[in-house]
C-alpha cells in the first residue's frame, strides 16, 4: 500500500516526522511518499530520522486565484461568526486576522467581513461556497501538476499533517475528484474553532473525544463514523531515553546549577504583545529572594520569535537567567517565512531535558503547560494584566475557547498579580503536589492515552480506512 504525507510547513515535522509514526507506517505495509514545501535542510535532516521515506516530491509554488482567495477569507469570516454563536463564545473573533495595512488588504478584510456577516446566517450558505472555493482550486495549473503525480503514484490513502495550509488544497481537491481517500490530523488542540480546516476530507484524525465533539458541532456536514480520536505523537519523545540526559550533563552543558531550584520560561511569540513586561516582572520578583533561596531561571523563547525584544531583561538579569533556544532553522537564516522554518532533531533534545530537569514553568496560557504535565510538574500561568487598558485582556486569553477545557479543574497555578509571583513560584517549587493538582486528569481530556501509543493509533487507523475499501 502506499500513502502520500502532505508536510504544507516545517511545523509538522517534529511531531509526525521525528517521531515513531513513519516507523508505524513502514511496520504496518505502507510505502510512504512526501509532498512537502520545506527546505533542502529540513528534508536532509528528516533522513537522519528514518529512510523509510520512498521519495520526497515539492509541491509547487501555489498562489490561491484571486477570486478563490476571498471567498476563502469570507468563509472565515462567516464560520467564526458561526463559531461564536455556536459554542457562546465572543473570544472566537481574535483568531480573525483583520489587518487592514495595504489597499488590496484592506479591501479584501472590509469585503469578507460585510459579505461573511451576512452568510453567516446560513449555514448551508457557508458550506455551498466552501464547494465553490473547490471548484476554483481544480481549475489552477498546479492542480493539474500535483495531479499527474498522485495519478503516477496511486496511493490507497493521502494524509495531511497540517489542516490549516492552502498549499494542501490542490492536492487534496484532486483527491476528492478522483476517488482517493483523502485524510487530516487536526494539528493542535486549539484549531478547531478557529476556522481554518480549509479543505473537506473522507476522514478527520482528533486529539481527543474532546475535539471529536468539537468539530462535529461546528462543522455539520462532517459525520461521526468520519472522526477517529487517535491522540497525538508529540508527547511521545518524554519517554524516549535517547532523548534524556542526566541532569547533571545537561546542567554542565549550559552551565546550570545542578543544587538549585530550577523555573523554566516559555515566551509565546510576537503576537502575545506584553511577554518583555511579563517576563521582567517574574525576574525582578526571583531576584529580590535570598540568594539560598533563590531559584535560577531557564528561558526557553517560542521558536517563532526572532527578535530582540527581550535582550535588556536578558542583560539585566544575567546573573539568574540561562537562555536555551530552541533549535529551530531556516535555509536562509534571514528568511522570517512561517512555512520555512523547521525544528532541528537536537531540538527534541532540548526541550525534553528542560522539561525533565525544571521544576515548574511560566507562562501566559502556553502549551508548554502540556509537556510538564507529562511530567507531572506544575505549570503557573500568568493571569494579570501588566499594563493599564491592555490591548490583549488577560480575561479574554483564558476565555479562549482551548481553555474551557479546564473547567472545574485545577489543571494549572494561577498568578493573579505581580505581588503573588514570589509566593506561587515558591510554593510550586517546595511543594509542587498543591499546584495544578489536576493537570494529569486535564492531559486526558486534551489527549488521547496512554501518550505513548498515538503513532500506533494514528497508524492503525489508516491501515483499517485502507484495508475496509
Known sequence: MKIILIIPDGVVVRNYLYSNFVNELTQKGFEIYVFHQIPKPAVKEIELVTNSIKEFHFIPFFKEPALARTIREIVVY????????????????????????????????????????????????????????????????????????????NPAIVLN???????????????NSNSIPSSTVIYSWDNVPKARLISRYNHYFTWSDLMKKELLTLYTEIKEPQVKVVGTPQFEFYFEEKYKKSKADFFKQYNLNV?????????????SPYEVTYFSDVCEAVDSLSADEKPQIIFRRNPFDK??????????????IVEIDPDWRTENPDDKDFVTIFPTLNDIQLLVNTVLHSDVVINLGSTMAHDFAVMNKPCLYLNYDPVAASRLPVKDVFDFQHFRSMKNLEAVGWINSKSEIIQKITTALNHPETIAKDRNK??????????????ANLANEIKAICTSV
Request: with cysteine.
Open 78 to 153: 462567516a464560520r467564526l461568526l458561526h463559531n461564536k454563536k455556536v459554542l457562546q463564545n465572543e473570544t472566537i473573533m481574535y483568531f480573525w486576522n483583520n489587518n487592514k495595512k495595504g489597499f488590496k488588504r484592506k479591501v479584501l478584510a472590509n469585503v469578507s467581513e460585510t459579505v461573511g456577516y451576512l452568510l453567516s446566517k446560513s449555514y448551508k450558505t457557508i458550506v455551498y461556497l466552501e464547494k465553490v472555493y473547490d471548484r476554483l482550486i481544480t481549475k489552477t495549473s498546479v492542480y493539474e501538476e500535483v495531479g499527474k503525480k498522485i495519478t503516477e503514484i
Open 161 to 175: 499533517l497540517h489542516q490549516r495550509s492552502t498549499v494542501s488544497s490542490p492536492i487534496v481537491a484532486f483527491c
Open 259 to 271: 543544587s538549585k531550584k530550577t523555573v523554566c520560561y516559555s515566551a509565546n511569540d510576537t503576537s
Open 307 to 320: 527578535s530582540n525584544r527581550f535582550k535588556s531583561i536578558l542583560e539585566q538579569y544575567k546573573h539568574l
Open 442 to 455: 486535564w492531559m486526558e481530556i486534551i489527549v488521547q492515552h496512554p501518550l505513548d501509543k498515538n503513532s
